[in-house]
């Protein structure tokens, strides 16, 4: 059986795409069970209510992730 978890959405960054459905692609800053908020990137419902799988960072790896981009 799953484990229950919560989240809170601390902070809205970016949304880099939407489906037709209305799902979106959206980067934001999120608390996960209390804990202190990491960079979140995954496909959420409209009320933020259901989401997809995704990609959590610390700011260590966001930091070296925008480095990676930027030396492209």
């Known amino acids: 059986m799953a484990q229950e978890f919560s989240y809170e959405i ?5 949304v880099l795409s ?3 459905k209305g799902w979106q692609k959206e ?3 999120v608390s996960w069970n209390g804990r202190p908020p990491k960079f ?8 933020h209510e259901k989401m997809g799988k ?3 960072l610390t700011n260590e790896e966001f930091e070296a992730l ?3 981009i930027e030396n492209m």
């Open 10 to 14: 601390v902070e809205e960054i970016a």
């Open 18 to 20: 939407k489906n037709n």
């Open 27 to 29: 980067l934001n800053l």
């Open 40 to 47: 979140d990137l995954r496909d959420w419902a409209p009320d």
């Open 54 to 56: 995704g990609l959590t």
């Open 66 to 68: 925008q480095k990676a």
